[in-house]
Nanobody, 123 residues
Framework: QVQLVESGGGLVQAGGSLRLSCAASGGTFSSYAMGWFRQAPGKDREFVAAISWIPANTYYVDSMKGRFTISRDNAKNTVYLQMNSLKPEDTAVYYC????????????????WGQGTQVTVSS
């Protein structure tokens, strides 16, 4: 059974950077695409970024492309989300998920989820 644990969240000033990590255990990590979603209070869960295995593609929301970068280290069973130029509107709980589906932007198609890590950006 795949287990996912996020880390790296915290409080940062606007314009700063954070690097989130999602460590996976169990299952076959290379068989899954990995994605990051976020959820702010009172809002729906929002797709942030995803990375597939084959083909090796990355996907981003347009507003985040250029600020956020997703990467994957299969040898370490870990996926990362590098977040730069953070804005107060980026404040949310960030979740990583694993899916064997082809469509990577739909949260309902993810089979496994971490517990989330809080990111708070102050102005």
């Amino acid at each position: 059974q795949v287990q996912l644990v996020e880390s790296g969240g915290g409080l940062v000033q606007a314009g700063g950077s954070l690097r989130l990590s999602c460590a996976a255990s169990g299952g076959t990590f290379s068989s899954y695409a990995m994605g990051w979603f976020r959820q702010a209070p009172g809002k729906d869960r929002e797709f942030v970024a995803a990375i597939s295995w084959i083909p090796a593609n990355t996907y981003y929301v347009d507003s985040m492309k250029g600020r956020f970068t997703i990467s994957r280290d299969n040898a370490k069973n870990t996926v990362y989300l590098q977040m730069n130029s953070l804005k107060p509107e980026d404040t949310a709980v960030y979740y990583c998920g694993a899916t064997r589906a082809v469509r990577l932007t739909m949260w309902s198609l993810y089979d496994h989820w971490g517990q989330g890590t809080q990111v708070t950006v102050s102005s």
